[in-house]
C-alpha cells in the first residue's frame, strides 16, 4: 500500500513537471522533461520542432523589477557565442527573448549526462576512459583561456559527456573575461568543493590558474571516484588544503599577505606525502595532479602545459588530432582578425 501510494506522489510530480514546462516553454519546443534548477533558473529537455532535435532549454531567471536582459545574462550569452562552436563547449542554439512576458531562453544542444551522473551511471572507467575524458575538458579549457575567459565552475555537473564518450564544458553563468593587469574580481566564485585556496583566502585578482585547480579536483574524482576536499564552510575547505599541502608562510608561498583572509594563527599543518596520499595512482596522473593542485597559483601547470604531459602519451596521434585540429584552426583564426 505504501508503495503504491509513493508511485503514486512521484507520478503526479512528474506531471506536475511536465504541465509546468508546457506552460513555461516557447510554442516551437514540445516539453520532454524537467532536468535541472538552481539560482540561474530551470533547464528543461525539449524538441525542437523546427530542428527535430532534442535541445536543452534554460530559462533563466529575470529580476521582474528591472527592464531588459541582466548584464549577466548577456555577459554569459556573448561568452557562449565565441566558444560554442568549439566541439568541447557545449552549442548555444538559440536566444529567445519575449519582450511582452519578460522571458529569456537559452537554447543548447542536448547532451546525455553531466559528469557526475555519468560517473555513476558507468561504475567502470578505464585509465584510457579517464585520458579520454580529460585531454576534451583540457582542450576545451584551452579554446577558452586563449581568449581569456575564466569559466569559474569547472565541477562535474557543469561537465556534460555524451554515450559515445564526447566532453562538452557548460554552464557559463560565472565566467568572466580575464584582463593583464587583472581587475578586482569577486570571490565567491566556484562550487566549495571545488575552490581553489587563493579564492577561499579572498585574493580579489586571481588568473586563469583558478580553473585549473577545479579540474584536478575533477581529474582526482575521475580516478579515485571521490571528491577530494569535502568540506562543508570555507574555513573547513582550507584547513583540508592545507592539512594535504601544509599551511604556507611567507617563505614557502610568494605573495600570502595579499591573502587578506589568511591568519598567522592558522594551524600549522605539516605537508603529507603524495606518494602515500595518492598511492592508487600511476605515477604521471601523480605527477600532472599534483601540479594540477599546486597550492600557489603561480606554481599551477597552464593548460597548455597539461595537455603536453607525459600523462597523455599514451593516446594516439589520431586521439589527440581530433579534438586538437579544430583547436589549432580557431586559435589561428582568432589572432589574424
Known sequence: MATNILQSQVSLGHQEDKKQCFNEIPDRFKCLQKIGEGTYGIVYKGFDTQTNTQVAIKKVKLDQ???????????????????????????LRDVIYQIEESKLFLVFEYVDYDLKKYLETMKHLTQHDIKLIMYQLL????????????????????????????????????????????????????????????????VKTYSLAIDMWSIGCVFYELMEKKPLFISDSEIEAIFKIFQFHGTPNSETFQGLEDYPYFKSTFPRFHAQDPFIVFKNLEND????????????????ISVKQALLHPYFDSLTESEKTA????????????FSI
Request: hydrophobic letters at 35%; proline letters at 5%.
Open 285 to 300: 596522473a601523480r605527477d600532472l595532479l599534483m601540479q594540477m593542485i599546486a597550492l600557489n597559483p603561480l606554481d599551477r
Open 323 to 334: 579534438y586538437n585540429q579544430y583547436n589549432t584552426n580557431q586559435y589561428m583564426k582568432f
Open 65 to 91: 523589477e528591472q527592464e531588459g536582459i541582466p548584464q549577466s545574462a548577456l555577459r554569459e550569452i556573448c561568452i557562449l557565442k565565441d566558444l560554442s562552436d568549439h566541439q568541447n563547449i557545449v552549442k
Open 139 to 202: 582542450n576545451g579549457l584551452d579554446f577558452c583561456h586563449q581568449r581569456r575567459i575564466i569559466h569559474r565552475d569547472i565541477k562535474p555537473q557543469n561537465i556534460l559527456i555524451d554515450k559515445a564518450g564526447n566532453v562538452k564544458i557548460a554552464d557559463f553563468g560565472l565566467a568572466k573575461t580575464f584582463q593583464v593587469p587583472s581587475k578586482t574580481l569577486t570571490h565567491e566564485v566556484e562550487t566549495l568543493w571545488y575552490r581553489p585556496p587563493e579564492i577561499l583566502l579572498g
